[in-house]
């Protein structure tokens, strides 16, 4: 069976269903062609004929791993280091500094959602390094930053923390290269223990209960949204809301706005960038 096949309207209708009640990404009429590309090999491996019967097998009691690898696929990973760099400016220069004074007595957490291969909460750890070495004493409780993803490929790389460096030289300067990770007889570069220890990895559906995660100061929730529709992107900020801490903050991606929440959270301008403050 070749890896390209056909999809009729109907089918992509009820594959689209599929994939927004598993895991809330809002396919658009025009991406048939992304189904085609990524589901190929799995549609290979399956020996299915038609996605109509994909469909009916992932609808199966017992295919939660075909599930798994269904989303996986169809999860779009886009990521590099210091992603639009703004956030990062105001988590040192304004976020940090304010938590520093405020949260003396308990552990700094951070919450990076749809972490992806782990370039953002690695990046979040850099900064907090740096910080720390120009405040002494700063966040003497620790810090944890949770990062979370729903597809396991991903985390399983995000956790081994090792990169090409084609994949470093993407928004990673050589001065944070040669200071935070450590070069392998592979080629690759890991990250330094002292980087990598802040942050824990968790598999996580954001149409899930967040309940369990606890509170945090922060959490990036960036470049995600938009895959949501806004009745979902709605309940995910509602959610994420309970799990801020009174003042807390949320980080949303450089295309992606917050309204109709104004009773939960607060614009702030930092000039650049926009942040939103749980009220």
Known sequence: MSSSFSITPAEFREFSSFLEKSCGILLAEHKQYLVQSRLG??????????????????????????????????????????????????????????????SRFQKLRIWSAACSTGQEPYSISMVIDEFKQSHA???????????TDIST??????RRGEYEMLALGRGLSQERLHRYFESSPTGSWGIKPHIKSRVRFQSL?????????????L????NV????????????LRKMHKQLRPGGYL?????????????LYKMIHC??????QAI
């Open 41 to 102: 090999k799995i549609m290979q491996q399956q020996g299915c004929s038609s996605l109509s019967e994909l469909v009916a097998r992932l609808g199966r009691a017992g295919g939660n791993s075909l599930k798994e690898q269904v989303i996986d696929a169809m999860t779009t990973n886009e990521t590099l280091w210091f992603r639009d760099i703004h956030p990062y400016e105001i988590l040192r220069n304004k976020l940090l500094p304010e938590l520093h004074e405020k």
């Open 271 to 276: 000039r650049p960038g926009i942040i939103y």
């Open 153 to 158: 490929t991903v985390l399983d790389q995000a």
């Open 219 to 222: 959490i990036f929730c960036r």
């Open 225 to 236: 949204l938009i895959y949501f529709s806004s009745d979902v992107k709605l309940e995910i």
């Open 137 to 147: 004493g700063a966040f003497s409780s620790g810090e944890e930053i949770l990062a």
């Open 205 to 217: 559906n954001l149409l899930g209960p967040y309940s369990s995660l606890g509170q945090f100061d």
């Open 251 to 263: 980080l949303l991606g450089a295309s992606e706005s917050l309204s109709g929440l104004s009773d």
